[in-house]
């Protein structure tokens, strides 16, 4: 079975940074591109960044120069890097491989 569980979400002021984990299991990572998606209070869910097979990266126009996501295939997990955090990126984040998801996140921006 394929199980995905974001952690590392939580309260942090603009400005400030957080990494979120994807640990998976019933897969091996590194065979899957790893996608993360977030959803705002009231508004649709989408895409954030995803890493592909290659290592190669992909991150939406308004989180670009600011997140990093990266792979550890030892550990069977994805790490998203949130740096320079402002308020519109608070939203439930999760991480998903094909039409899988985890349970979500929740990363708040407050001052």
């Known amino acids: 079975q394929v199980q995905l569980v974001e952690s590392g979400g939580g309260l942090v002021q603009p400005g400030g940074s957080l990494t979120l984990s994807c640990s998976t299991s019933g897969i091996k990572v590194s065979d899957y591109a790893v996608q993360w998606y977030r959803q705002a209070p009231g508004k649709q869910r989408e895409f954030v960044a995803r890493i592909f097979i290659t290592g190669g990266t992909s991150f939406a126009d308004s989180v670009k120069g600011r997140f990093t996501i990266s792979r550890d295939d030892a550990e069977s997990t994805v790490y998203f890097q949130m740096n320079s955090l402002k308020f519109e990126d608070t939203a439930i984040y999760y991480c998903?491989?094909?039409?899988?998801w985890g349970q979500g996140t929740q990363v708040t921006v407050s001052s």
């Open positions: 998903g491989i094909f039409d899988n």
